[in-house]
């Protein structure tokens, strides 16, 4: 018998990196520079060159990125931003803190924005577009970009579940005019609390960033505009930095158990796997499947001791956050994102799994079918 499988798995993190991070740390502390420092520096640089864009400005989280970013898009109170319904919640908050209405777009079956749905969406209020890269993999971004430049709205690319994704080679987050990272604990490029970061080509963005981020601060004593307290921590700044060196491996394991699951999946006629198109180099952030009879295949997995996970059981539209705000789509509205908000299921993808378990859970899927 194997033990249980978890969806993730933090604590073998922990354990495997406990000695270079706590050497890290301690080193850090005696220094104590806390909230700015060298280390935000570094890993700023870090990203630029990772990325291959021109700014990085690093911030407390991916969500601060996405409204800060918004903000110097121009988008004020009143103003349209159009993005899929099916994201992390993060995405459309913050849109409506910037007093914005969020404009959704129904997407593809493989969860990302429609190009064709947008143009739809266009009215004289949309102010930006937001794709999300969900689960690691890339937008249509040629579509994307050409809608962008044909009706002159800019692109702010939610790219927090999407470091070191490509579309057709270049990097997701270096499309758009702004493009915005999470370094939540579980991303791909995780900090230990809260962390985030914005990219651009953009200088007088990267600049205002900079200075919004930390109380509109322009140099020690001159306050240009009201500013917040959006800035990462050098600690998490110096996790970080060491587990950079470590992506790419990271991304390797995960495009290596994602093809396991392909090879040991692509026969059953009951789901569909994610399918890498030739534009695209995915980095699998989550491996989402679209299962016949997901809330009883969950459940099933779940008694064998599988852990899975649904990235999002609830579209953002049907969340009561929502409904107080603003006015619910109709019913045949968004065909794609319902279909398959009732479908999506997460497996275990972490770096951490061996090949053993990937195998099980293949099989138990495999079972339940046959037996169903
Ligand atoms: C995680 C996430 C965010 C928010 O990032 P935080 O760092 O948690 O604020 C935004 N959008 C998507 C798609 C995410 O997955």
Redesign the pocket.
């Known amino acids: 018998m194997l033990n249980k499988i978890p969806y993730i798995n933090l604590i073998k993190q922990s354990r495997e990196e406990k000695k270079e991070i706590f050497k890290a740390l301690n080193k850090l502390f005696l220094k104590s520079e806390f909230v700015s420092g060298d280390e935000v520096e570094i890993f700023e640089k870090n990203i630029r060159n990772f990325l291959k864009i021109k700014y990085c400005v690093a911030l407390n989280?991916?969500?601060?990125?996405?409204t800060l970013g918004l903000h110097l898009l121009g988008v004020r109170k009143g103003d349209e931003v159009i993005t899929p319904p099916n994201?992390?919640v993060?995405?459309t908050a913050?849109i409506v803190h910037l007093g914005a209405i969020p404009v959704f777009c129904d997407v593809y079956r493989d969860q990302n924005i429609d190009p064709k749905q947008i143009i739809k969406k266009i009215t004289k209020k949309t102010k930006a577009i937001m794709p999300?890269?969900?689960s690691g993999r890339a937008c249509e971004m040629d579509e994307i970009m050409n809608i962008s430049k044909k009706y002159k709205i800019p692109i702010i690319e939610?790219a927090?579940?999407a470091i070191g994704t490509k579309y057709k080679n270049k990097f997701v987050g270096s499309f758009g005019k702004i493009g915005?990272f999470?370094?939540?604990p579980?991303?791909n490029l995780n900090a230990i609390g809260?962390?985030?970061y914005l990219v651009t080509d953009d200088k007088t963005i990267a600049n205002k960033v900079k200075s919004l981020r930390n109380h509109g601060i322009v140099d020690r004593n001159k306050i240009s505009t009201f500013g917040h307290v959006s800035r990462m921590d050098n600690i998490q700044a110096a996790v970080l930095n060491l587990r950079i060196k470590k992506l790419k491996n990271v991304i390797k394991k995960r495009r290596i158990n994602a093809n396991l699951y392909i090879e040991n999946l692509k026969n059953l006629k009951n789901i569909i796997l994610p399918y890498e198109k030739i534009t695209e180099f995915n980095t699998y952030?989550t491996f989402v499947i679209l299962a016949e009879g997901r809330d009883r295949l969950k459940s099933y997995l779940q008694k064998k001791g599988i852990n899975t996970a649904i990235h999002y059981p609830h579209l953002i539209f049907d969340q009561k956050a929502y409904k107080r705000k603003f006015k619910s789509p109709k019913k045949n509205e968004f065909k794609v994102a319902r279909e398959i908000s009732k479908k999506i299921l997460t497996l275990p993808i972490n770096q951490y799994l061996s090949i053993r378990e990937i195998k099980k859970i293949s099989n138990e899927i495999k079972n339940f079918y046959q037996n169903d």
């Open positions: 989280s991916g969500t601060d990125a996405l994201s992390f993060a995405s913050s999300v890269h969900l939610d927090a579940q915005c999470s370094a939540h579980l991303k809260d962390g985030g952030h």
